[in-house]
């Protein structure tokens, strides 16, 4: 069983920038692919991006590449999405999930764990 904590999220301008992170109980987070996926008001929840248990593999959504950055921490159970140049757009809820499966696909229906969420809100 794991346990996901995020935090990080608020209130930001468009083109600001916030940290989520997401806090992992348990001693075998590096077994687990992690990932980042946001549910706006009245849309279905989305893949935003994901990182494998060593690190070394990253994947994003086309509409954040460039702009946001999926990293982990495995001493600290921790994965963080470093947002910038934020949109509108952005505002969501966004959730950390955790696969057991290798590799995964980083698919909503394909993840293990999750999260509660935290509210990310981009003013215009």
């Known amino acids: 069983q794991v346990q996901l904590v995020e935090s990080g999220g608020g209130l930001v301008q468009a083109g600001g920038s916030l940290r989520l992170s997401c806090a992992a109980s348990?001693?075998?987070?590096?077994?687990?692919?992690m990932g980042w996926f946001r549910q706006a008001p009245g849309k279905e929840r989305a893949f935003v991006a994901g990182i494998s248990g060593s690190g070394l593999s990253t994947y994003y959504t086309d509409s954040v590449k460039g702009r946001f950055t999926i990293s982990r921490d495995n001493a600290k159970n921790t994965v963080f999405l470093q947002m910038k140049s934020l949109k509108p757009e952005d505002s969501a809820v966004y959730y950390c999930?955790?696969?057991?499966?290798?590799?995964?696909?980083?698919?909503?229906?394909?993840?293990?764990?999750w999260g509660r969420g935290t509210l990310v809100t981009v003013s215009p």
């Open positions: 999930a955790a696969d057991n499966d290798y590799p995964s696909r980083y698919d909503v229906s394909g993840m293990d764990y």
């Open positions: 348990g001693r075998t987070f590096r077994s687990y692919a």
